[in-house]
């Protein structure tokens, strides 16, 4: 496993070390007195990733950062939601390697109070000297690239673009190198049967399915849709990057994937992207409450809600594996206290 054409792809080092991989044990007891029965659950602390706060996208950025810099770029620009975790990873990935970043936030997410303007991950943005412009939720993406980039052009600068949550086949190379990562943790103890991960922008299902395709095929890798309002064409998008994902990392051994090939579990965005529901306000609470764990309550959260839904339906034996994904994302607790604070007593 370790002599792959994937181990010469140049990567930054922006994670660290292998990020933990925790047992759940008192969350999964929890869970067990309402009478269901609970596989084996374990946490791989993605929160923790070394820069920047930590997080997911670190990940992404190891590689979509060195290619960044094989380019001769001087800045970097991309994009994301108001509260995105992307783009505060992305100002601090920036910091850390001595490029610029340029963050284009726009207004999707309805009723945005004061605090999901100004604090959580804004916040950061700022304290990271990030750029950061902000436009309204319709605005036409394409359009504001293309504008920011002409100015970048203009002032004689060399910008690279990185997209909405990292995810092109370049930075889902990160998941594919988490995924081994997991292999090599769980190597001693059986292995593993299933991941469960927040699907967004669908990079990291998608790096993950491509690492499980390329390396133990029998690794169920499960999303839970947080964004997409069409769950078919999220397993499309998701299906298309792993293939591109695992071209770039094993040329010789890549396959390509269907959409059917992609689990992706419907029924936990509630009512759009960034919209808390009362099951992930419960998931996450429970997981605080039994573990200390901090999940948030855009992405992992509403994946924990899915998590404990399927094992309520029974979807894992007991004898089984599962490995949740804790992504980070962190700093969006603060912008959607309102939605976790316990009603005034
Ligand atoms: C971006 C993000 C995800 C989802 O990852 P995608 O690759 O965009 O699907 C999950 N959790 C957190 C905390 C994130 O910031």
Redesign the pocket.
């Known amino acids: 496993m370790m002599d792959s054409q994937f181990d010469k792809i140049s990567r930054e080092d922006l994670a660290g070390p292998p990020t933990p991989l925790m047992e759940m044990a008192r969350f999964k007891a929890a869970l067990e007195t309402t009478g269901v029965t609970c596989p084996r659950l374990l946490v791989k602390r993605e929160d923790l990733t070394q820069t920047a706060g930590g997080?997911?996208?670190i990940r992404k950025l190891e590689y979509l950062l060195a290619d960044a810099k094989a380019n001769g770029a001087d800045v970097v620009i991309t994009a994301g939601a108001v509260q995105s975790?992307?783009v505060r990873q992305t100002a601090g990935a920036a910091s850390r390697l001595g490029l610029d970043c340029v963050g284009l936030l726009f207004s999707t997410v309805p009723n945005e109070s004061d605090a999901y303007r100004t604090s959580g991950n804004v916040l950061l943005d700022d304290i990271f000297g990030a750029d950061i412009r902000v436009f309204p939720g319709d605005a036409n993406g394409r359009e504001v690239f293309d504008e920011v980039i002409g100015e970048m052009v203009k002032a004689g600068r060399k910008a690279y673009v990185i997209p909405v949550?990292g995810?092109s086949d370049v930075g889902c190379l990160g998941y594919v190198r988490v995924f081994r990562e997991l292999m090599e943790q769980t190597a001693s103890t059986g292995g593993i049967d299933h991941v469960v991960?927040?699907?967004?922008?669908?990079?990291?299902?998608a790096g993950l399915a491509a690492g499980a395709s390329l390396y133990a095929p029998q690794v169920m890798v499960h999303g839970i849709n947080v964004l997409s309002p069409d769950g078919e064409k999220a397993r499309e998008t998701t299906a298309a990057l792993a293939g591109a994902t695992m071209k770039r990392a094993e040329p010789d051994r890549a396959m390509s994937l269907s959409a059917d090939e992609i689990i992706l579990h419907e029924g936990f965005l509630g009512e759009g992207y960034g919209m808390p529901t009362p099951e992930m306000v419960a998931a996450l609470q429970l997981v605080a409450r039994t573990e200390g764990l901090l999940l948030?309550p855009?992405?992992?959260g509403k994946a924990m809600a899915g998590l404990i839904a399927l094992i309520q339906v029974r979807t894992f034996a007991a004898d089984e594996t599962v490995v949740f994904m804790a992504?980070?994302?962190t700093p969006g607790l603060f912008a959607y206290a309102d939605a976790l604070r316990s009603p005034a007593g």
């Open positions: 997080g997911n996208k975790n992307h949550g995810s991960v927040a699907n967004g922008s669908s990079g990291t299902q948030d855009v992405y992992s992504t980070g994302g």
